[in-house]
């Protein structure tokens, strides 16, 4: 007997009342779907996510009934089933009425609404209501206390209670767009009586010495009130094609049960991420037998691993703290990227996962960072990494805030991040669940000044702690990205003390000792190859050019934003005519954008842009910032294990945008610092990295494998004009999961560039490294980029 679901998708009839003339408006819509499109159709829109203001939807905040009709036939309902009626994901406050019998109040996106309506449903000509609310009136009547702050200004103060993509409110990476819709599916389910819920496994224990796995699996099974549990026994069957792995059956006496067992290591294929082996996948089967026969299956995939974050509280000054990933007992470098939404209507966003998800699996990541400030992501993006060995680091939907210390808040966050975690938890891939996206990092200036620390935020330290150990206790979580511990803040505020009393000049041994976070976000405002080297943290989880980033070489973007880029060319964003703001739709984003490219291009190239030449600035742009990304890889790598991994942000553009931080746009078109990264990112890789700016440049065999590696290389230098010359060549040994010292770079001023290419195993890559000092002629990096993006797209695989 397995589990139906019959899809209430398709159109539905709309009304809402026009906020500009007070008339209904009766129309039809989509399910899934978000209401501005539905608007533009009408007419009552045009553009709903501009690039250049913020108030194209604000007439439609207030709209307080927006309201969808559906009426169906209910299909018959078999023997020895119940009927749930399910919504996936409504946003974001609403009713549900069913045949106009109030069944909910809802106000959370981020969680699933479920209600029994077996016995209240109809043969024919049900009714189906929902009642979605302005979340902006919403919010009025929520009024917080002065605890909770959602970033700086007005623009988010709405956010603070509603549990609604944050991003929602707009963001440097997306629009305002305070949607609202059913977004993902709504239907009918119908599930047997007897039935498995709330699987639950886990890999304890990788014993290499004894070599064993220790596994374990915890299930519920729903009985019928009418039975005893008489007659009935419980079958487990773990298998791969075929061939049993292990198998197990047992005679029950309660709803519940778990199994502890162990195999030998020698006969389990482990679940390895990308470069260490296989992300293999055992099938696994339960089955429950009442008198012999079959009477219940729940079938899913089992990859056999361990996931640790060995991580300490701090970083002290004397160097000492962890915080690295450990997968199957071995230390694993981490090189991946953040995670945005695919679309700002979340209704379009679940269809295009699969068209971006291959993007990071070609740049040989080995993790991705699903973001807070977005949406939790359906099975289907947790199915691909399973499938492709990518690991995944899971903020739970908090970002750039300090959350409500209020009871009902706390207790609403609860549910969802318990439906969220036994939702997902089974995914192998999933390495790590994170409280929040920044809001420790953001509370040390937030609330300078105050009593308070970053341990008071329940929500993190708490609610979703708790949430974790209850569902999901064989995997990690970290409280914040980055974590601020206490000791920081308060070493923040009696450095303030001693500096005003003038102590730390005169006695410097009176200064408290140093911690550090062991996690950073990176974004130097000044020279960024300098603050990489200088920042402490052991593990980078965000990092890229913050005052400039990448830009698309698109002629319909470009006509899309031509106008604004026209009228703020030469814009001074520190005139104080624009209020600061970090939205793509404001002004001073835009003029800031521009004007700090234009003086990296300036410190670089030795020459300026004008609009007319925005496709070689789009070329000068993408090339520093390129070289940003590398320079924050390839570091990082070779300083293992002083450094354990780096996430850059990001992978994809949200919407149409001229300029942002991400690779790809949102049509999924690389930019130019795609290819970069991908060389970079390699598991087995040859690179030149300068450890310390002021000393020359060594050639390090960096191997993200848990073999040895051995092969060839030579070194080719292509001069100012691009006349190719030898430079070097070589034999390199590279022991397993480590960096290796191959040869020095010899030290000159001559601008070159030095195209580095090895073989390994049969196959040939390459990579890059520039000698020499800024200012480089535009001229020159024009050949050189044409070199380089020949011999990279040679090496695409």
Known sequence: MTTKKHFLHGEWMFSFTDPNTGAPVQDRATVPGNVEPELVRIG??????????????????????????????????????????????????AEIYLNGEKLADCANMHREWRFSVGNKLKKTDNELKVIIRSAELWARDHMPDVFPI??????????????????????????????????????????????????????????????????????????????????????????????????????????????????????????????????????????MR???????????????????????????????????????????????????????????????????????????CNM???????????????????????????????????TPRD????????????????????????????????????????????????????????????????????????????????????????????RYEQIKQTDPKNLPPKHYPLEAHVYPSTSYSVALRQNRARFIGETGPITYNQMSDREELWEREKERAIRLWDADH????????????????????????????????????????WKDYSMAINLIGADIFKDAIEYTRVMRWTKTGVLWWSLSDMWPMLFNYSMVDCDGNRKLPFNWIRQSQRAFALMAVRTELSHPATLYATNDTLSEQNGSYRITAYDERGNAAPFATGTFHATANSA???????????????????????????????????PYPFETWQKWNAILKENFQNDRM
């Open 44 to 93: 009552l829109l045009t553009d709903y996510m501009p690039p250049d203001h913020r108030r194209a939807t604000t007439q439609f905040e207030i709209v307080d009934d927006w309201t969808y009709v559906k009426h169906f036939d209910a299909p018959p309902l078999a023997d020895g089933y119940e009927r749930d009626l399910v919504f996936e994901g409504i946003d974001t406050v």
């Open 574 to 613: 520190k005139s104080g005519k624009f209020a600061v703001c970090d939205s793509h739709q404001h002004d001073y984003y835009f003029a800031r954008w521009i004007s700090c490219g234009r003086a990296a291009c300036r410190e670089t190239y030795g020459r300026d842009f004008t609009p007319d030449e």
């Open 150 to 287: 959602l970033r700086a200004g007005s623009q988010y103060g709405s956010a603070i209670y509603l549990r609604k993509a944050r991003h929602s409110w707009g963001w440097d990476n997306a629009p305002r767009l305070l949607t609202s819709g059913i977004f993902r599916p709504v239907y009918l389910e119908d599930h047997p009586v007897e039935r498995f819920d709330n699987v639950y496994y886990y890999t304890k224990q990788i014993d290499d010495a004894q070599g064993k796995v220790s596994l374990g699996l915890n299930w519920f099974y729903h009985f019928p009130r009418t039975r005893t549990t008489l007659g009935y026994t419980f079958h487990l069957t773990l298998s791969s094609q075929n061939e049993v792995l292990y198998t197990t059956e047992e005679e029950v006496f309660s709803p519940r049960g778990a199994c502890h067992f162990s195999l030998p290591l020698d006969r389990v294929k482990l679940w390895w991420p990308v470069g260490f082996g296989d992300a293999h996948q055992y099938d696994l089967c339960l089955q």
């Open 407 to 498: 009871k009902w808040f706390c207790d609403e966050v609860e549910k969802e991040a318990t439906f969220i975690l036994r939702k997902l938890r089974n995914h192998p891939s999933i390495a790590l669940w994170c409280g929040d996206n920044e809001n420790d990092a953001g509370f040390l200036s937030l609330h300078r000044g105050s009593i308070a620390l970053p341990s008071d935020q329940i929500v993190t330290r708490e609610v979703l702690r708790d949430a974790v150990l209850r569902n999901d206790p064989y995997r990690d979580y970290v409280e914040s990205s980055p974590k601020q511990p206490d000791e920081c803040a308060i070493e923040r505020r009696m450095e303030q003390i001693l």
């Open 368 to 402: 991705i960072r699903i973001w807070g400030g977005g949406i939790y992501e359906d099975h289907p993006f947790f199915d691909y990494c399973d499938e492709n060995g990518i690991l995944v680091w899971h903020d739970f939907m908090f970002a750039c805030e300090i």
């Open 740 to 774: 290796n010292v191959i040869a020095q770079i010899p030290d000159t001023d001559s601008r070159l560039l030095l195209l580095i290419e090895w073989t390994v195993n049969g196959e040939t890559h390459c990579n890059h490294f520039v000698t020499g000092s800024a």
């Open 290 to 364: 009442r008198d012999g026969e079959p009477v219940a299956e729940w079938n899913g995939k089992w990859g056999i691993r361990t996931v640790r974050l060995i991580q300490s509280e701090f970083l002290t000054e004397d160097d000492q703290g962890d915080f690295v990933f450990v997968v199957n007992n071995r230390r694993v470098m981490i090189r991946g990227t953040n995670w945005k939404p695919t679309d700002p209507l979340h209704s379009r966003a679940d269809a295009k996962v699969l068209k971006f998800l291959p993007l990071a699996k070609e740049l040989h």
